[in-house]
């Protein structure tokens, strides 16, 4: 399927507050029952294997974070599985941090995800949901490489990302499906699958940047996963 980029609705804010926060209720409701969280635990399972059993505090930081409630799974399913969390749910959008009931962790931050506010190597856990394919590279302006690096420049141990895979089938299904979202939803589905990345894309992404490794994970239903972990041998 060929890449189409596009402008996404949630991401300008281009509805009233109700339809914002509505549309951000119903991409959670995604997330939990189209693969988003059953993505991260996979992601995670595979990262937490390469880890030492002894570093056990761990600083997370989520970009695009949207209301925080992925940032807030993900902080608890680190929790499950031994670590003591801290972390913070970064957008450029107080609207959509404050959209969601819960507050408390994570932390909310509003800033430019292409411009992090944290100093080199100071989050040992950088990730991002949803968010990677809103950015393409084009010769005057490498958004998603630049993205990409500010997310590793601020990482100490690891970058993940979920995301869509771009392809036929998920667009067709997402087309469906939001004939029963309202109308941002309905408008940013099948663009999101269209502007998403395909494995191959990704690999080539991730290949550019020095002192990674990089291992790239299919999973349920048309996602991809990112694992970036700092190579020992280039550490500061
Ligand atoms: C599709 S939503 C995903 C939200 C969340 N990650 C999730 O999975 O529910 C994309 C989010 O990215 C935010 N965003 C877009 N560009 C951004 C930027 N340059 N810096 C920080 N946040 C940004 C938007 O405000 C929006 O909340």
Known sequence: MRLRPAHELLDEDHGSPAEIRQSLRELWWIN????GLSS??????VWQAAQPAATRALTLLDVGAGTGEMAAAIAA???RRGFVVRAWA????QSHLGA???GGAPDRLVADAQRLPFACASVDVVTCNLFLHHFHDAPADPAASRLLREMTRVARRAVLINDLERAWIPYAFIRLLSRRFSRITRHDGPRSVAQAYTARELGHLAAALPGWRCQ???????RLGL???RDARHAG
Do not use: F, K, S
């Open 100 to 102: 969601a009931a819960a």
């Open 32 to 35: 939990q029952r189209l693969g």
């Open 77 to 79: 399913e680190l929790g």
């Open 227 to 229: 694992v970036l972990e």
């Open 216 to 222: 790239i994970l299919r999973l349920w239903p048309y």
């Open 40 to 45: 991260w635990r996979r992601l995670l399972a």
């Open 90 to 93: 970064l957008d450029r959008r």
